[in-house]
């Protein structure tokens, strides 16, 4: 089992950065790889950024140039960096897991991650 726990929502102003973090605990292991998802009310989940274990990292592209993912493999720690941020980004923001999975596929609706965290909200403020 992993158990992952987000941190660092909060409510912002346009423009303004935030830095949410995920401490993974468990079985997790630097063979995993570990994303950040949002979903809006009403809306359906996306995939916002990934990082797999040889780092390699991928966004979508709403969010390129303006957000960073990156990962501490000795605190089993997950970050996403937030800067520039738009109304458009208020959601739900969710960490999750999935061993030995493609950096390529996890974004695709029909993929399901192994392990998800409760989730964080971010809310940004015109």
């Known amino acids: 089992q992993v158990q992952l726990v987000e941190s660092g929502g909060g409510s912002v102003q346009a423009r303004g950065s935030l830095r949410l973090s995920c401490a993974a605990s468990?079985?997790?292991?630097?063979?995993?790889?570990m994303g950040w998802f949002r979903q809006a009310p009403g809306k359906e989940r996306e995939g916002v950024a990934a990082?797999?274990?040889?780092?390699?990292?991928r966004y979508a592209d709403s969010v390129k140039g303006r957000f960073t993912v990156s990962k501490d493999n000795a605190k089993n720690t997950l970050y996403l960096q937030m800067n520039s941020l738009k109304p458009e980004d208020t959601a739900m923001y969710y960490c999750?897991?999935?061993?030995?999975?493609?950096?390529?596929?996890?974004?695709?609706?029909?993929?399901?991650?192994?392990?998800w965290g409760k989730g964080t909200l971010v809310t940004i403020s015109s």
């Open positions: 999750a897991a999935d061993l030995w999975a493609n950096i390529a596929t996890i974004f695709r609706a029909d993929y399901g991650m192994d392990y």
């Open positions: 468990g079985n997790i292991y630097s063979s995993y790889c």
């Open positions: 990082i797999d274990s040889d780092g390699s990292t």
